[in-house]
């Protein structure tokens, strides 16, 4: 129903690209990278995906709005980090009014919920990646305060926990344990046990994936899921996915060499919840290469980065979209991409900032 809000938000960040380019000039030759070719190259391969289909024009504008979010934070680079407590401030009214909207629809029965009904979004789970984000915003960019204790501690988890949102109740324990590593690094100057610590909870989530996608490369699906049937990683709510999954790739799936390296289109049905078997229907091994490259020469460009704290906003910010992605098509979700592909683009900025100082 609110689909015109989405082209309206894509034709606002179009205005505000140009408007920042006209007020700036950059001079795009020293100013492009490597990673503006791989995302140019990105670019190509889904305009080609989705000239083969163009039935879904609004998937290919919320994929480009993503996108177009990479190339806000390459021009805006400076302007946003003076805007970090607007980030904040947004996070603490997210929060709140959802929670308010939760104690109104529930009253007596708030310690028994198990499905809020997306409170005041679409479904739990984008409900609470909204709450996850807001982690990661009051976190790391608010100011120490006894409401920011109690929000991060209490009212968060509360929102996160008591849902139907699996995923996102293990993303939030990762989380907090990669800002428990930038609080290690940057307060204790422990950076190799930090860096030790990102690697652990990095191999952790590889383990959780592997696991949540074995049913998908195992024909009898519901047995393998019996044995992790619990209310984080629920049977319930994944055999559907899988069935879904399933029936996509019956239809139609990859084959020839050129499919498999290049893709499909945008065009499933029904919709493919995951990012990951998304990217292959639709682009192919070559996307796959792609996205790989850009999440390297981020994380490279985060680390070289003199700014610590943008280095863990990115890599939380990663893990977030990407760990949604498992069981949700985020880059097909305007709060699941933007913030992820912003940062990117900061990321890539700041690194090609500080090169052209040391020049």
Do not use: C
Not at 89 to 110: D, E, K, M, P, T
Not at 296 to 305: L, P
Not at 340 to 352: D, K
């Amino acid at each position: 129903m609110q689909k015109w809000l989405d082209i309206v938000m894509v034709l606002m960040v179009l205005v505000m690209l140009l408007y920042q380019y006209r007020l700036t000039r950059p001079d795009i030759r020293n100013m492009i990278t490597t990673a503006d070719y791989v995302v140019i190259a990105l670019i190509a391969l889904l305009s080609f995906a989705f000239i083969k289909d163009v039935s879904e024009w609004l998937i290919y504008i919320k994929v480009m709005s993503g996108i177009l979010m990479y190339f806000m934070g390459r021009l805006y680079y400076e302007r946003i980090q003076e805007s970090w407590g607007v980030l904040a401030s947004a996070a603490y009214i997210i929060v709140y009014v959802n929670l308010i909207h939760r104690i109104f629809a529930f009253g007596g029965r708030l310690l028994t919920v198990t499905y809020a009904d997306g409170d005041l979004y679409s479904n739990d789970t984008e409900m609470a990646y909204a709450m996850v984000l807001a982690f990661i915003f009051i976190g790391m960019f608010a100011r120490r305060s006894v409401i920011k204790l109690i929000t991060m501690a209490l009212a968060i988890p509360y929102m996160v926990f008591f849902s139907d949102a699996g995923i996102q109740m293990i993303l939030l324990a990762a989380l907090a344990g990669v800002m428990l590593m930038y609080i290690l690094e940057v307060a204790l100057y422990k950076k190799k046990t930090a860096m030790l610590g990102l690697a652990a909870i990095f191999a952790i989530l590889i383990i959780v994936v592997a696991v949540i996608y074995l049913p998908v490369v195992i024909p009898e699906t519901h047995g393998v899921w019996k044995l992790f049937d619990n209310r984080i990683l629920s049977s319930a709510q994944m055999d559907y996915r899988y069935a879904d999954w399933q029936e996509v790739f019956a239809k139609r799936r990859p084959t020839g060499i050129f499919e498999k390296l290049l893709g499909l289109d945008l065009h499933t049905r029904p919709a493919l919840q995951s990012l990951y078997l998304k990217i292959y229907y639709s682009i192919g091994i070559v996307g796959f290469v792609l996205i790989v490259l850009l999440i390297v020469r981020t994380f490279i460009a985060a680390y070289r980065g003199e700014d610590r704290k943008s280095f863990y906003v990115t890599v939380m910010t990663a893990i977030l979209m990407l760990g949604s992605g498992v069981t949700v098509n985020s880059m097909e979700i305007l709060q699941m991409s933007w913030f992820m592909m912003l940062f990117t683009g900061m990321v890539i900025s700041a690194e090609n900032a500080m090169m052209q100082e040391s020049d």
